[in-house]
């Protein structure tokens, strides 16, 4: 725990989890390449769980078992109590991959879920004008993703998130290829509609104070095979004002302390003298 | 530019053609441009011309489209049931490898020499190309955008026309483009076989006469209805697959 005070036992603790991964592990090409080992983790209804960790840990892989493309090597992933074994359909993936239809335009890829959803046609056009407001792409209704830049695709593909309504959010790097007013824009709605609707997200970033700053848990990795190497409580309100987070003390200590943890050890980079055979 | 020196190569071949071909005493083999085009003309004055054509091209248009709706549908429905597939793979195989033109007896037999043979010999031979094609599209197609669209409770029926169809139409208008010429051949064949009416039977007839003249203009309009339909299928492209128009003109980054 980061500082002396232990934070106030959440709801979260209580409720029964939402998602569970137990002693999950998943290895790839048979057998030569382990992703993730035994990790454990429970995450409650409308908690917002932030991952952190070293490149290739095996973050995305426990994103895709959740959203059960496919099965972990060992242990299980749960669901509202059931193991995934198939395609979860309560869950909504922004992949880190975009993932956009290159035949549709960017309207019409956020439409996707609309009209899967059967919704009329009207209402779905006032939609997709209303979400391509809220991620800044007015006017590039009509532009295809290869037209776009890596940003707007990203945005795009949020936008689709957004379109449909899961219960569990899995994002993947949303921000990552964004400017920072745009990314500070989007923080604050993705919060304010989670906690509106009471959603559960499972957030990977590679930012260290995005993870603090959006998350109610932060979970830190190991480098690969992943594990859970701790499990830090941010200590901030729910209800955080994010455009004034970065003037608040207690932010800052946490992602002083989050750094301070990811920080590989100093002493191999600066004895380069000391070669051991 | 390129089409002035398009047309420079025209104007040397057909220069050449109409010396030479007097000259070395082949006028009955190989006639002449200036005969060729009077015999076109002749044709294209008493309406003759059109009519043939009409015909072929109707034989053509239609064993294309019904090849190609077949080929289409029933891609569609091996690509996405593998077991099916494998089933009947070594029986599609045995049919595709016969050559379709020793069909056309047969066919005569069934349909007589009317216009329905030549529709099914063109769709016999444009069904496996275009088959062969949207099979091979919608193998390919992109597990990723399958999964993700799933994630958003799509059914099969949504994944079809949102994700297999858009992603497999490229190749299957590989399969029509490539069917074109085929569809042609179907229904000559069919007329040279057995008709008196087409191109094909033009084409055979005056061959039949020793008018050289004659079947070279009767090639010449061959020529020009594969042009057409070339160009009906690049226009269905361009409208079926706007997206196609939007990547060719943009600039290419790394
Ligand atoms: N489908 C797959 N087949 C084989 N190996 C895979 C597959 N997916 C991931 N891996 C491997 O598993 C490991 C973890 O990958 P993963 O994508 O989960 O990492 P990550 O933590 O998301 O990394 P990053 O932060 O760079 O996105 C990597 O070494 C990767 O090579
Ligand atoms: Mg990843």
Not at chain 1, 211 to 216: I, N, R, S
Request: one cysteine or more; a positive charge.
């Amino acid at each position: 725990m980061p500082g002396p005070t232990a934070p106030p036992s959440r709801k979260s603790s209580e409720a029964l989890p939402l998602i569970e991964f137990r002693n999950v592990g998943k290895t790839f090409a048979r057998g030569a390449l382990e992703a993730v080992r035994d990790v454990n983790l429970s995450v409650a209804p409308g908690e917002f769980l932030t991952l952190v960790g070293p490149s290739g840990c095996g973050k995305s892989t426990l994103l895709n078992m959740t959203a059960g493309l496919f099965l972990p090597t060992t242990g299980e992933v749960r669901y509202a109590g059931a193991v995934v074994a198939d395609i979860n359909v309560r869950v909504g993936y922004m992949t880190q991959v975009d993932h956009l239809l290159p035949w549709r335009t960017l309207a019409g890829n956020i439409a996707v879920p609309l009209e899967i959803a059967g919704r009329p046609k009207r209402e779905i056009a006032a939609e997709v004008e209303r979400l391509m407001t809220l991620v800044g792409l007015t006017g590039f209704g009509a532009s295809y993703p290869s037209q776009l830049s890596g940003g707007m695709r990203k945005r795009a593909a949020l936008a689709r998130l957004f379109a449909y309504d899961p219960e569990t959010l899995l994002m993947d790097e949303p921000f990552a290829a964004l400017d920072a007013q745009m990314r500070l824009v989007l923080q604050v709605e993705l919060k304010r509609l989670c906690r509106l609707l009471g959603k559960t997200v499972l957030f990977v970033t590679h930012d260290v104070d995005e993870a603090v700053a959006l998350g109610d848990r932060c979970i830190v990795f190991t480098s690969r095979p992943g594990r859970v190497r701790q499990a830090i409580t941010v200590d901030l309100p729910g209800d955080r004002d994010l455009r004034v987070l970065r003037y608040d003390p207690a932010y800052l200590a946490q992602c002083g302390a989050l750094w301070r943890l990811l920080t590989p050890p100093v002493e191999p980079a600066v004895a380069p003298q000391g070669r051991r055979e | 530019m390129i089409p002035l020196i398009q047309a420079a190569i025209v104007a040397v071949f057909l220069g050449t053609w109409q010396m030479l071909s007097p000259a070395l005493g082949l006028q009955f083999f190989f006639a002449t441009p200036l005969a060729v085009f009077q015999s076109l003309w002749a044709l294209m004055k008493s309406g003759l011309l059109f009519y043939h054509a009409g015909i072929t091209s109707l034989e053509a248009v239609a064993g294309f489209l019904l090849g190609g709706t077949l080929g289409m549908g029933i891609g569609i429905l091996l690509g996405r049931h593998q077991l099916l597939a494998k089933v009947l793979a070594p029986f599609l195989t045995a049919i595709y490898s016969l050559p379709k033109a020793a069909l056309a007896p047969l066919f005569i037999l069934w349909f007589g020499i009317g216009i329905d043979m030549k529709i099914f010999l063109a769709g016999s031979i444009v069904f496996f190309l275009v088959f062969l094609n949207t099979f091979h599209g919608v193998r390919e197609v992109s597990h990723e955008q399958i999964a993700i669209l799933r994630l958003m409770k799509a059914n099969e029926r949504h994944l079809l026309t949102k994700v297999i169809i858009p992603s497999a139409i490229v190749w299957v208008f590989a399969g029509l483009r490539l069917s074109v010429p085929y569809a042609l051949i179907g229904a000559i064949l069919g007329e040279i076989i057995a008709a008196n009416r087409g191109l094909g039977f033009l084409i055979s007839s005056a061959a039949g006469r020793f008018d050289t003249a004659g079947t070279f203009a009767a090639l010449i309009a061959i020529m020009f209805l594969a042009l057409v339909l070339n160009r009906a299928i690049t226009f269905a492209e361009g409208r079926l697959m706007p997206w196609r128009a939007a990547e060719e003109g943009r600039e290419v980054p790394i």
